[in-house]
């Protein structure tokens, strides 16, 4: 598993929540955001997705310990729906993305990324903005080592 690939993700129109906090968070405000869109009779586009804005492992760890984690969750949507404070309708920008897929625990893809930021160095590239993880299927769903997880950093 972690074969990374490159690939071109086009923008997405989606349904957006940010804060910070923890990253624990994100199993809180990921039905909440669904919850909201489904009562727009929105039409989802695609798998839900949390934004990864800090630029490290260890900085992610850091800002989770302290509170402070900038975390974004999304759900791509067919067409544009009513805002809130909390819910914003954006296009998430595509981007020239490394790839890789974790599948297990959520709690386990510290070594997808590794190997990520490993090839990321090893191939001459930066990171040109907030890593992505789409979640495939749904751990209420499946068992903790079915989970599927794509991982992608966008790279220049």
């Given at each position: 598993?972690?074969?990374?690939?490159?690939?071109?993700?086009?923008?997405?129109?989606?349904?957006?929540?940010?804060?910070?906090?923890?990253?624990?968070?994100?199993?809180?405000?990921?039905?909440?955001?669904?919850?909201?869109?489904?009562?727009?009779?929105?039409?989802?586009?695609?798998?839900?997705?949390?934004?990864?804005?800090e630029k490290s492992?260890?900085?992610?760890?850091?800002?989770?310990?302290?509170?402070?984690?900038?975390?974004?969750?999304?759900?791509?949507?067919?067409?544009?729906?009513?805002?809130?404070?909390?819910?914003?309708?954006?296009?998430?920008?595509?981007?020239?993305?490394?790839?890789?897929?974790?599948?297990?625990?959520?709690?386990?893809?510290?070594?997808?990324?590794?190997?990520?930021?490993?090839?990321?160095?090893?191939?001459?590239?930066?990171?040109?903005?907030?890593?992505?993880?789409?979640?495939?299927?749904?751990?209420?769903?499946?068992?903790?080592?079915?989970?599927?997880?794509?991982?992608?950093?966008?790279?220049?």
């Amino acid at each position: 598993m972690h074969k990374i690939e490159v690939v071109e993700e086009a923008p997405k129109l989606v349904a957006g929540m940010r804060k910070h906090g923890q990253y624990k968070e994100i199993a809180k405000m990921l039905p909440a955001l669904f919850e909201y869109v489904i009562s727009r009779s929105a039409i989802i586009a695609g798998p839900p997705m949390f934004l990864w804005h800090e630029k490290s492992v260890e900085e992610a760890m850091a800002a989770d310990e302290a509170g402070r984690a900038d975390i974004e969750v999304c759900l791509p949507i067919a067409t544009r729906i009513s805002e809130t404070a909390e819910i914003k309708c954006y296009e998430l920008p595509g981007a020239t993305m490394a790839k890789t897929v974790h599948k297990g625990p959520y709690e386990s893809s510290g070594l997808a990324y590794e190997k990520l930021f490993a090839w990321i160095e090893e191939n001459g590239k930066k990171l040109s903005g907030p890593m992505r993880e789409a979640y495939l299927n749904d751990p209420r769903e499946v068992g903790p080592q079915e989970i599927l997880t794509v991982i992608y950093a966008p790279i220049g």
